[in-house]
């Protein structure tokens, strides 16, 4: 309840962000030195603000704040959540589709929490959604073992409506569809280039088709529904990646698997490794993400051997 009544306000502040003058930079970086954007701040307080006063958290992680956020004891409940409160506000002025990332667990801890009830592994996620905000404001959640679940937020009653269930992949990996940044190229590995030079080029087949808006939660959202493959490799330049492990990585890569699909990291720390086996040594750190069909997920990994790096 205090995650969905978060995101109501969200969605509200971006579609009234031109209005009340929110577009535009805060002037701060937060915890992993990207800039602040006016939103970003006030998505933030609008999370801590309900996670902390719903008397279900004990601990909470922010992308923008660089400590965990412990609960204080009379409010303290049984879960931790780790968020990114407002993904790809990098495309809020241009008016393209942002979202709202979340993974919670159960703490573990008899007493107080600490910091090691969050540095887990993706496996012990209870619940993990993300909430869109574009043409219309869509919350997809998944539970463990219950499925990924589909609502949007019906405006004139202020409450999500449930749209979809059980939502899975495409059958056979659907559309074939690419997604990654194709900028950072250059200081690709061999795999990653090779595997993207063949979708392009298919000797006589149809090639892959590159889609990439650059807003996680929408380019994931897509892959979802339509099938494909989402890449963030690990790079020359960005040798552990660019994306966080306890919110972006591990929540989507729960919902991926939940929804029939696969979720690795590529090449991580000189070996193979699937997405949510990870085990974060800091709340902040990074991980290469290749997430989406089987079929091209499988491709990646396939592409790594060829080329002798694993």
Known sequence: MALQLACKATSRACNK??????????????????????????????????????????????????????????????????????????????????????AVYEKKSEKNAT????????NDILVAGYCMYGAATELVISFKGHGVHRFTLDPSLGEFVHIQAHVQLPEGGGKKIYSCNEGNSRNWDAAIKGIIGKWKDRHGDKPYAARYVGSMVSDVHRTILYGGVYLYPADAKSKHGKLRVLYEGFPMAFIMEQAGGAASCGMFKGKIQRLLDIVPETIHEKCPVVIGCKRDVEAVLEEYKIQGLC
């Open 17 to 102: 962000a031109g209005i009340a003058m929110l577009f535009g930079l805060a002037g701060e970086v937060n915890s992993t030195g990207d800039d602040q954007k006016k939103l970003d701040v006030l998505s933030n307080e609008i999370f801590i603000d309900a996670l902390t006063n719903c008397g279900a958290c004990a601990v909470l992680v922010s992308e923008e704040n660089e400590d965990p956020i412990f609960v204080p004891e009379d409010k303290a409940g049984r879960f931790v959540v780790a968020f990114d409160p407002l993904d790809g506000s990098s495309n809020i002025d241009c008016n393209v589709s942002t979202g709202t990332i979340f």
């Open 115 to 122: 910091v090691s009830d969050i540095l887990r592994t993706g």
